[in-house]
């Protein structure tokens, strides 16, 4: 009987991974948001112009901070789905090797990976220091990616110079 990543593409399978990965903060922002009551969240308007003042007003200057960070890690990973879509996406249309840390499968672990000590250093860094880290983990992020794209997009490439 096959296992269950002999049945699907892992690499594909990474995507709706990273999808719940990067909703992840958002719900952790809620959770500080609302100091531990999600069932108290007012769910109408969640993107009214003046929320973020409303939760502002209600939390201390360090909690809100907190709920900031949370919602800024989430918007950047939404950000960056895109990206990381497109490179699992043409990856695989170009026939990408799939299996091993050469291949789709390691790209689209190491991403995770990434983007999980990503999410991990902008949640709890409190000063500047760390934010050289959370820049080198999204640069990282990124560069991979742009890897598979290159990738992608030689051995996509090559074609007889006919144009469109």
Known sequence: MPSFLDTYN???LAVPAYYILSLAPHTYALTVATQ???STWDNRNPRSSDLKTKVKERLDAETFAKYERAEACH???MENLPLFTAAIILGNMAGL???GWG????FAGTFLA????YTAVYLNHTTQGPTWARSALYFAG???CFRILFKAAK???GGSGVGL
Request: proline letters at 4%.
């Open 10 to 12: 892992p690499s594909i």
């Open 36 to 38: 531990g009551k999600i």
């Open 75 to 77: 918007a950047n990973g």
């Open 97 to 99: 090797k799939k299996d």
């Open 103 to 106: 291949g789709l499968a390691g």
């Open 114 to 117: 990434v983007r999980v000590a």
């Open 142 to 144: 990124v560069g991979t």
């Open 155 to 157: 051995a996509l490439g």
